[in-house]
Structures are given as C-alpha cells and as structure tokens.
C-alpha cells in the first residue's frame, strides 16, 4: 500500500475507482441504475441509503460478486468489465460474514491465500500472519481459537482482518460496527484514519450518521435502487441527509416512552454463571431498562440466562412469583427475548413471511378438521401484524430471506407480539436495519411500555439506549457495576463505567 503525500489534497489525486452509470437489473427488473461517482486515494466515500435502497447490490458489483447489467467500473484508470477484487486490490467485508465456525481465526484470516507449498502449508507464517493483522486492528483474540467460539463482535474483527490481506487500493465495508461497541468502534475509526493516511480509498456503508460524519469524506445517496444525491459532507447537515436517504421529512426525534409502573414484572436475584454474577435488577410494569456493557460484559448472556437458553444459578420471579428457568416455561408466563442474531437464530429465512409470524404462536391458530389438521385466523393475524409494523412487502407469502434487514428485525418483533407477552427481552434490537426501519422499532418498543410491557433491551448503540430507555445498568467483565436514572444520563460516564478501573469497576474484578 503506497503512503499519500500528506500535502497533497484530494483534489490533486487521481482516482483509484471511477463508477459510471452503473446499472444492475435481474430479468426485466432493475434494481440499480445510474450510479456514478470517484473515490481517490485515501478518501472515505459513505454510500447511504435506506434497506433496499441498492447499497448491496452496488456493493456486490465494486467487489465482483455480481456483473454489472450496463455502466463502466475503473481501476486506477483502466476500465474492467467485471472486477475480481485480488485481481485488482479491491476487498469487501460483508454484512454478513463468510467466516467458517469450525476453523480457526488464523485459518479464516490466510484463507485465501494460504502460506506454504503445493504439499505443505506453513502453519508458523500463517499464524504470523494473522497474529500481526489482529495486532494492527488492536483486538485481544486467539489466533488458534475457533471462528465459532467468538463473540459477534469478535467474529467481525476477524473478517476486517482478513479483508485487508488483499485490499491494496479499495476497501468495502459494508456495516462494519453493527457488533461493536462504543470503545470498538473507536478502535475501527482509527483503523480507518490509519489506512486513510497509507492512501486506502475506502467505501463506508453504515446506518449510523455520527460514524459517517466522523470517518467519511464524501457520500452518495441512493434510494429505491436510484443515485439520489452526491456530494462532501461538510457541505450537507445530517438531518438534510437522512431526508435525502427517506424520501421524506422524518418526524419528531423523540419517542414518547410513557412513565412506568412501581409493579415489578421481572426480577432477578443472584443470578450467577460461567461469563457473569451476582446480576440482581428489577424491570417494572410499563419501564424499558437498558443494559450498556462493551463486548464481552456479559450482557447476552445475562439475557440468554433469564430465557432459559443459558444454565444459570439464581432466581428468576416473574410477577413476583419463581419461574422455571426453559424456553417452554417462560414463553407460557408471557416472557419473550427477541434474538441479537436474527438470520441464524431468530428467523426461518426459507419460508415465507406468515409463517414466521406465526410460529411462537401457532397453537392459537391450529383447529382439528375432519381430515388432517388445519390453520384458522392465521392469515387475518400475519396481515395485521404486518400492518401493525409497518413491514414493508408485496404478499405474506414472499419468503423473509428475502427481504431488507428492517423488514426481516419487524418480523422478528412481530412474531414475539403474536404472543402478547407482558415482558419482552431484546438483544441489539436496531442492529442492521436504517434510519427508517429504526424510527418505527423505536415507536412500536415505546408503544409497548405505554401499555404497560415490562421491556429489557441490551444494546451496544449507547444512543439507542440513550434515546429509548427509562433507566439503564452498565455491566463489565460479569457484573453490574453502575445504575443510571433517565434524567441522569451521560454518555461519557456511561463509556467509563463500562470501560474503566474505576471503584466500581475494580471492586468488580
């Protein structure tokens, strides 16, 4: 990777990648059209847009996954008629990762490209290799662990990791933080800064407007599958921004989130495990607690625990009384948790979208007939969720794999409602999804409270807990090392808590 002249501005710069009028259809649908913009050594181009807007597809066509349909792609000037991206420095990391669980992160990292000969693979350069890019991107992983024992969070570290053995001139990231924390993040963006500097041109897609105004220099906006506005950041605000990227004037920025109740719905009592302890907190009727923590606190497990999906010591009471602690047991008393992985874990991605919604509450629907058995009402009540969420689709019956991220996270939430449970746990509840999609979980998790759910959220969005919570808990290493009041909040001491030795925190250690 060659180092930019510091003194040299963009302007001076030839480009790296030149897009013009590119153009994907499928049969006699075009899906994206027209998008032309210049990316120049050591810039960061944002390319924004809601779900469905075109991003992936463009994404796919920069980095060689898909042909494009018309349009001309430029590698350092020179035209290419389909990229393959180790053929010309470009690399992608994708939403969703292409990592293989069962091997290890220096296996996963080398993939590509392992060291050695045509009979042997020098295993020591391998992990040499992987060693130095996960001591650059300054995450504490084993090079020898399996990709499947990870974290999210880590799991997305190992395919930056691996992305930039090849990634010479271009860099694609597509949602990179989605499993990161505040103090992660941060590490990425110096990342960022680090490979701006050595001349990267990069290309950020986020649906987080702080991390594109801290780390990008230009963007472009599409919006149903049309390059809607172009241009330098510093010339654009954020709001006119995301009104470029919906189409329409978002409403108030703040949710109403009701005020809760002094009835406690959920209570945990020295709950205890392998990965935390001592977790005592209360969540009343009609309240949204937050629980802030950075990768690794614990958080997740904490929330598996009270659903019944993680062994635990302790007592979990629900309406003051003491609840068997199985998925079965807790469903039947109207506890929900809402999964953090909505495509391994929380969706059947290959059937279609009424049968999603009805699944965690089939037995409301199943009838005996004369012959077989048969369903009653489940049409009438997937088309009201559907409404009730705002999920944006042609017919039930289109299978969910297909549809953007936000659709997917509303359907997701719809099917837990379909048990009109009284206390609803969610895990990373906006993660993927845009500002739109965002606005509307937001409204549907306060209109929750108001009628008087008790409601956990774990989230690594300090600003979604920020925004949409009552109260709050930090959690570090295991435990639960601080308490904040909504009229109390501040960011900056949140971050410390969860990531400092302070007393709290040392005490907890």
């Known amino acids: 990777m060659n180092t930019m002249t510091a003194q040299a501005p963009l302007a001076q710069l030839a480009p790296t990648l030149s897009v013009r009028n590119l153009t994907k259809a499928f049969g006699d649908k075009t899906v994206v059209s027209g998008v032309t913009f210049d990316l120049k050594p050591g810039e960061v181009l944002a390319l924004v847009g809601e779900n469905g807007a075109g991003k992936s597809t463009t994404k796919n066509m920069l980095c060689g996954l898909l042909r494009p349909t018309k349009g001309e792609i430029l590698v350092g000037g020179e035209p290419v008629d389909q990229v393959i991206g180790t053929e010309h420095g470009i690399s992608a990391v994708h939403q969703e990762l292409s990592l293989f669980g069962s091997l290890t992160v220096t296996e996963n990292i080398c993939i590509a490209d392992l060291p050695g000969h045509a009979t042997r693979i020098d295993w020591r350069q391998a992990e040499s290799i992987a060693q130095k890019q996960i001591d650059f991107l300054g995450i504490e992983i084993d090079p020898h662990a399996r990709v499947e024992t990870l974290g999210a969070g880590k799991q997305q570290v190992v395919e930056i990791a691996k992305a930039l053995l090849h990634a010479d001139k271009v860099l694609i990231l597509d949602e990179p933080t989605t499993s990161l924390t505040a103090i992660e993040r941060e590490k990425l963006f110096a990342i960022i800064d680090k490979l701006k500097a050595q001349g990267l041109a990069i290309v950020f897609i986020s649906h987080f407007m702080e991390e594109i105004y801290r780390v990008c220099d230009s963007f472009v906006v599409l919006r149903d599958g049309q390059q809607v506005g172009q241009g330098r950041l510093a010339e654009v605000s954020q709001r006119a921004l995301e009104e470029m990227m919906v189409g329409r004037t978002l409403e108030g920025a703040q949710v109403d989130l009701g005020q809760p109740s002094e009835t406690p719905l959920l209570e945990l009592r020295d709950l205890c495990s392998s990965d935390f302890s001592n977790i005592n907190l209360t969540v009343h009727k009609g309240e949204i607690l937050g629980i802030a923590g950075l990768m690794g606190a614990g958080r997740t497990e904490v929330a598996e625990a009270i659903f019944g999906l993680r062994p635990a010591t302790g007592d979990v009471l629900i309406n003051g009384t003491l609840a068997p602690r199985n998925v079965t047991a807790m469903k039947e008393q109207g506890l929900c948790y809402v999964t953090e992985d909505r495509r391994s874990n929380g969706l059947f991605l290959n059937r279609p979208v009424r049968e999603n919604l009805s699944a965690s509450a089939i037995i409301n629907f ?123 909040y501040d960011s900056v001491k949140i971050i410390s808590l969860a990531a400092s030795s302070g007393e709290d925190v040392s005490n907890a250690d």
């Open 366 to 488: 199943v009838r005996r007939k004369l012959r077989g058995i048969g369903f009653r009402g489940e049409d009438e009540k997937a088309q009201g969720l559907v409404s009730e969420m705002n999920i944006s689709i042609p017919h039930i019956e289109n299978h969910v794999g297909d549809l953007s991220g936000g659709n997917q996270q509303k359907v997701l939430l719809a099917r837990w409602l379909s048990m009109e449970p009284d206390i609803l746990i969610f895990d990373e509840p906006t993660k993927g999804v845009d500002i739109g999609a965002k606005f509307d979980i937001h409204t549907a998790i306060a209109d929750l409270a108001r009628t008087g759910k008790a409601i956990l959220i774990v989230s690594s969005d300090l600003q979604e807990l920020l925004h949409v919570t009552h109260r709050m808990l930090v959690m570090r290493k295991g435990r639960i090392v601080g308490e904040f009041q909504r009229p109390d």
